[in-house]
């Protein structure tokens, strides 16, 4: 089983050199690089335990097995930057280091007092001694926690409708993320339980759970790779539209706003009567139709979805032609044609807001579909 794990760490090298080739990167891409770098460590140690080769390094040893703690704290970080727009890495958050540092300090004076000797006895979890064992419900317990706190905002932003309206591909990588690192969770989980209770394995314990994570790893890649257009140049892992920073937006984990109602009648009305196709469709069109103020429907829009409203209208338009090539419907049309089809006015107008959403151009989305 050791190419599985040469594979995803070339997997994950292409992830991360991929996304730091961007010309620009924000900060959910930097979490996402660094959260992919800790599993990259991951699955060196995996490599390097089958291999024996860890004996004459266990320092090293010891800090890739502590750093495993921080992937709950990255998926928590990683979430919150995906939902929260006005999310901005503090000094206060460096506060979600200190369980890293706690357990690593636990280690760290453990084996320095003689008290345990996990890479002597074949890895913590093999052991019977019970300062490993605490280690390894520790470890477990720390990840938990941050694993839950995140699924948690996952839910909150799943049942917000003004989260779920403007950002339907965001939040669809979200929910796989989430799913997947709990599905995972539990499944190391049951391994350890049954452990617990005599259950043998065809193979060692440590190895199938080993397995097991690096088969999420691809299957990791299998979900990112529906979404084909990140892996074109430049790279983006920010699967939703764009949204623009504003002082005056709502965090979508706070309560509903006032304006939810009627953003709610806003989008059922665009897409009930697909609106957006209408390459002249004004405010003020859309107030007589939808019999709603300017004022209202500027401010529902802006609230809710954080947009102006030619980029709200535009993120329809965007999204419907995202969803013929995908449905295949456009292999007999131009580039024109479904411009004019999805609302724009031109061919160059289509090119730079599509861009400006996904920073590629749409034929460069159409290849990477192809």
Same mark, same amino acid.
């Given at each position: 089983?050791d190419y599985?794990f040469?594979i995803?760490?070339?997997?994950?090298?292409f992830?991360m050199i991929?996304i730091?080739?961007?010309?620009?990167n924000?900060?959910?891409?930097?979490?996402f690089?660094?959260?992919?770098?800790?599993?990259?460590?991951?699955?060196?140690t $995996?490599?390097l335990?089958s291999?024996?080769?860890f004996h004459d390094?266990h320092?090293v040893y010891e800090?890739?097995?502590?750093?495993?703690?921080?992937?709950?704290?990255?998926?928590?970080? %990683?979430?919150?930057s995906?939902?929260?727009?006005?999310?901005n890495?503090?000094?206060?958050h460096?506060l979600h280091?200190i369980p890293?540092?706690?357990?690593? #300090?636990?280690?760290?004076?453990?084996?320095s007092?003689g008290?345990? &000797?996990c890479?002597g006895? #074949?890895?913590?979890?093999?052991?019977?001694?019970?300062?490993?064992?605490i280690?390894?419900?520790m470890k477990?317990l720390i990840?938990?926690a941050y694993?839950?706190?995140?699924y948690l905002?996952?839910?909150k +932003?799943q049942?917000?409708?003004?989260?779920a309206k403007? =950002?339907?591909?965001?939040?669809?990588?979200?929910s796989?993320?989430?799913n997947?690192?709990?599905v995972?969770l539990a499944?190391?989980?049951?391994?350890?339980l049954?452990g617990?209770f005599g259950v043998?394995?065809v193979i &060692?314990? *440590?190895m199938?759970?080993?397995?097991?994570?690096?088969?999420f790893v691809?299957?990791? +890649? %299998?979900i990112?790779s529906?979404?084909a257009?990140?892996?074109?140049?430049?790279?983006s892992v920010n699967?939703a539209?764009p949204v623009?920073?504003?002082t005056t937006s709502?965090n979508i984990?706070?309560?509903?706003?006032?304006?939810?109602?009627q953003?709610?009648?806003?989008?059922d009305?665009?897409?009930?009567?697909? *609106?957006?196709k209408?390459g &002249?469709l004004?405010l003020?069109?859309l107030?007589?139709?939808?019999?709603?103020?300017?004022?209202i429907?500027? !401010?529902?829009? =802006?609230?809710?979805? =954080?947009?102006?409203?030619?980029?709200?209208i535009?993120? %329809?338009?965007?999204? %419907?032609f995202?969803?013929?090539?995908? !449905?295949?419907a456009?292999?007999?049309?131009t580039l024109?044609?479904?411009? $004019?089809?999805?609302?724009?006015?031109?061919?160059?107008?289509? =090119?730079?807001?599509f861009k400006?959403?996904h920073?590629i151009?749409?034929?460069?989305?159409?290849k990477?579909k192809s």
């Amino acid at each position: 089983m050791d190419y599985l794990f040469v594979i995803c760490l070339a997997i994950l090298g292409f992830f991360m050199i991929s996304i730091l080739s961007r010309k620009a990167n924000n900060l959910s891409d930097k979490i996402f690089t660094f959260w992919l770098f800790l599993v990259a460590i991951a699955e060196l140690t $995996f490599f390097l335990s089958s291999q024996n080769l860890f004996h004459d390094f266990h320092w090293v040893y010891e800090f890739a097995c502590a750093s495993h703690v921080m992937h709950g704290t990255m998926f928590y970080f %990683y979430i919150l930057s995906l939902v929260d727009p006005n999310f901005n890495f503090s000094k206060k958050h460096l506060l979600h280091f200190i369980p890293f540092a706690v357990y690593m #300090g636990y280690k760290t004076t453990t084996k320095s007092l003689g008290l345990v &000797d996990c890479l002597g006895e #074949g890895g913590c979890s093999h052991s019977d001694n019970i300062y490993a064992i605490i280690s390894v419900y520790m470890k477990f317990l720390i990840i938990l926690a941050y694993v839950v706190i995140g699924y948690l905002m996952i839910i909150k +932003v799943q049942k917000n409708k003004s989260f779920a309206k403007g =950002n339907p591909y965001r939040l669809k990588w979200i929910s796989s993320i989430g799913n997947g690192v709990m599905v995972l969770l539990a499944v190391v989980f049951l391994i350890k339980l049954l452990g617990i209770f005599g259950v043998h394995f065809v193979i &060692d314990q *440590v190895m199938l759970i080993n397995i097991i994570v690096s088969v999420f790893v691809i299957s990791f +890649v %299998y979900i990112y790779s529906k979404y084909a257009y990140i892996f074109a140049h430049p790279m983006s892992v920010n699967l939703a539209l764009p949204v623009e920073k504003d002082t005056t937006s709502v965090n979508i984990l706070e309560e509903e706003n006032p304006y939810d109602e009627q953003f709610q009648k806003i989008c059922d009305f665009i897409e009930t009567k697909e *609106v957006y196709k209408d390459g &002249d469709l004004t405010l003020r069109k859309l107030s007589e139709m939808i019999d709603l103020p300017e004022h209202i429907i500027s !401010q529902a829009i =802006n609230r809710s979805a =954080n947009r102006s409203y030619s980029d709200f209208i535009n993120s %329809y338009r965007i999204n %419907y032609f995202i969803k013929l090539i995908d !449905q295949k419907a456009h292999e007999d049309k131009t580039l024109l044609y479904l411009a $004019f089809d999805c609302g724009f006015n031109s061919k160059s107008s289509f =090119n730079r807001v599509f861009k400006q959403f996904h920073e590629i151009t749409p034929t460069e989305y159409i290849k990477s579909k192809s």
